[in-house]
């Protein structure tokens, strides 16, 4: 007698034309994102992986697996291009991880505003709408491969929001389509502040198929390295220039040396020991700039017109947000990372105190952002690791100073950056995936809900309890 076919491998037979792929080496290389950037969650992530990866070509294929995936009660882990780096898009319990890279259409763009399928990668986005003169207000410095509905899904902030902030301030998104995990799937359209609601949800709580993003006007963008002796003057220049409301700037960062000299294609270029200060700045802009870091005691180092004749293909920002770690732990030393706020106001403060504090322990790396309308920094410094009780200690001690912590460690999603529990993102899952099949383990509130845990024990995060 045969054996009994498997619920994958019915669900397969039901996907006819859908590219589906099984092959061993697929399922690790899909199931996987930079949660290797983490020693804690390397170690608790790794081997995770999905029983089956589909890669629907259309919005009509989409909803086919889902419907598919729904009536068999099988879960699903949603994926853009993989670039997470809290494990968010790891099958943390098997079934499908549905690819939706070939969504990739940019449905429209007008001034001001654009309208792209969840799989569109933020660059080729860009392209699309620089045709009628504006660009995206911000970017990850993942840009080149993320995909805009993994941006939504899962990051949040960028190279642009020194002038923008994060992407959740009201005014950044516009709308976006979603759909339910049904075994009739809806597709549900969210504007404004709702759109929000499903906003750095590692999607539990519905499929992204649209994205509809406010837009900024393309400037022609020169990029630039300011160095000096003292990382203080450099976050204070950085500063400075974040306030400079004449100056137009895109992106702007700050870094404590030894963090440059893991920046191997710049080692030509950066001085030995100093602290730099990267932005992207306004061809108009240029004069009034050079003045203001001559002003501040830097020196400019480098500069790359990035449309003139023999420009340099690589560009700066790729060393500001998580690049910068990315280099850093290439290096191979046995160092880790944090995410940090910093409040307004006492943040250079705060920065100085970092130094006084943890000494050679940190080494600081700043992103300048607008916050309520005010120039603050957030810190992703390289931590050295020694174990993860150490690590523990130097955020307890951070969150003492007044430092917000975005703990880096953890794929809960109220753990990481939200730091609380949404009721919103329980009760956009109830309506949109009542069955918990998204991508499930992810949201601590509803996982206990089901279990019917305290809200008490809600709040305690699992890296903290570990
Ligand atoms: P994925 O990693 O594939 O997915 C992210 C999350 O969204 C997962 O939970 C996935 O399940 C879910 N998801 C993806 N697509 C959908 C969809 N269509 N519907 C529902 N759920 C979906 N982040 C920033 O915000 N700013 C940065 O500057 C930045 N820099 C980074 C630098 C490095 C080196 C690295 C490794 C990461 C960085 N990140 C940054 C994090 C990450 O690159 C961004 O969040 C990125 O935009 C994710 O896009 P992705 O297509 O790779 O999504």
């Known amino acids: 007698m045969n054996a009994p076919e498997t619920p994958i491998a019915h669900l397969r037979s039901t996907l006819e034309g859908i590219a589906c792929l099984d092959a061993p080496g697929d399922l690790t290389r899909l199931s996987r994102d930079f949660y290797w950037f983490s020693p804690i969650l390397k170690e608790q992530l790794d081997g995770k992986q999905a029983e089956l990866v589909v890669q629907p070509a259309t919005q009509e294929e989409v909803v086919r697996v889902v419907a598919a995936c729904a009536r068999a009660g099988i879960v699903v882990t949603p994926r853009g291009l993989g670039t997470g780096n809290y494990g968010q898009a790891v099958p943390l319990r098997g079934g499908v991880v549905l690819d939706l890279s070939r969504l990739k259409q940019v449905l429209w763009t007008r001034p001001g505003a654009v309208r792209a399928e969840a799989g569109a990668r933020m660059s080729e986005v860009d392209i699309e709408t620089r045709k009628i003169g504006w660009e995206q207000r911000m970017l990850p410095s993942t840009f080149r491969g993320s995909t805009i509905g993994g941006f939504y899904c899962g990051g949040g902030v960028g190279i642009g929001s020194n002038n923008y902030g994060m992407l959740k301030e009201p005014g950044n998104v516009l709308g976006v389509k979603a759909l339910s995990m049904e075994a009739e799937p809806r597709m549900v359209e969210y504007r404004g502040r709702q759109a929000i609601d499903l906003h750095h949800a590692y999607g539990v709580n519905g499929i992204i198929l649209e994205v509809e993003f406010a837009l900024a006007p393309a400037l022609p963008w020169i990029e630039f390295i300011v160095s000096f002796a003292d990382f203080s ?182 753990d990481g950056g939200k730091k609380s529990i949404n009721p919103r993102h329980v009760e956009i899952k109830a309506d949109m995936d009542p069955a918990g099949l998204l991508n499930p383990g992810k949201l601590r509130a509803w996982e206990e809900r089901i279990q019917g845990q305290s809200a008490a024990e809600q709040r305690k995060s699992i890296f903290w309890d570990s």
Not at 241 to 246: I, K, M, T
Not at 298 to 315: F, Q
């Open 233 to 414: 003057d450099a976050a204070a220049f950085a500063q400075i220039l974040g306030e400079s409301d004449g100056i137009a700037k895109k992106g702007i960062s700050a870094h404590q040396w030894p963090l440059p000299r893991s920046y191997r294609p710049l080692k030509d270029v950066l001085r030995d020991g100093e602290a730099v200060v990267m932005t992207l700045v306004a061809e108009h802009s240029e004069e009034a700039f050079r003045e203001l870091a001559k002003a501040a005691g830097g020196a400019v180092i480098y500069t790359n017109d990035a449309r003139a004749p023999g420009a340099k293909k690589i560009t700066l920002q790729e060393f500001m947000w998580n690049h910068a770690t990315l280099h850093a732990l290439r290096a191979g030393e046995p160092v880790t990372y944090l995410q940090l706020g910093y409040p307004q106001g006492r943040n250079l403060e705060l920065v100085r105190r970092l130094t006084e504090v943890f000494g050679d322990e940190i080494t600081q790396h700043l992103e300048f952002i607008r916050v309520k309308g005010q120039m603050t920094c957030s810190g992703l410094p390289i931590v050295r690791f020694t174990d993860a009780a150490r690590l523990r200690a130097v955020m307890r001690k951070l969150e003492e100073e007044g430092i917000y912590i975005a703990d880096p460690h953890t794929w809960w999603v109220e």
